[in-house]
């Protein structure tokens, strides 16, 4: 006969205990990669002190280096009608040497700088005789300066230059052209008219070589083609 079980116990076995976890694995660096086993990691060779892995600069020897040039003496020859001084043929042959030039390639140089002189005097030219015929044509239009009294007063102008400059600035205004700038035209007509008083021998003429040559020595360039 069973045993009476006694009230408030039940007859439920117990459940069995969870079987036993694996022993963890060895863990794996970000790379995926074990770390190394401690016991297996070979302990670098230790180095005398002093050394040094980095390997020293090699040395270039002299021999193999780029020699510094050697200045050539070079020789130039200026284009025909271009003023190039002594000193300034020194200081160009000079570096064109230091720079490696040679006398061929250093005349190409002063020939090509000799065209640009060359160019750049005709420009200048062309200019100062555009700003001439300008200047001629504002008198000839004057009502005062040009028109019937031009010769006259080209004749008073030289007068009063020729008195109080003297041959060397009737010369000067010549060179430069400002004999005929309408300015100074019509300054030297006023200075001639107050030295009216001044006659020869009692006559209205002015005093002086004749008409003709009075206006052609002070503006050649208006009255050429009476020369």
Known sequence: MPEATPTGTSTTTPPAPPPAAPPPATPTTLMGTPPPDAKTTATPEAKPTGTSDTKPPETIPAEGKPAAPVPVPVEVKWAEGLKVDAEQTKAFTSLAGEIGLDSAKAQK?????AGVVK???AKDSTAFDAQQAKWLDSIK????????N?????ALTYRAAKHFGGDAFVELLNRTGLGNHPVVFRTFLAVSKAMAEDRVGGTSKPAGP???D???ALYPTMFKSKE
Not at 109 to 113: G, I
Not at 150 to 154: P, Q, V
């Open 141 to 148: 239009a004057d009502a005062e300066l040009g028109g019937a």
């Open 109 to 113: 140089v002063a020939d090509y700088y």
């Open 150 to 154: 031009l010769e006259a007063n080209a």
């Open 214 to 216: 009075l206006y052609a």
């Open 210 to 212: 004749a008409q003709a």
């Open 119 to 121: 160019a750049q005097a």
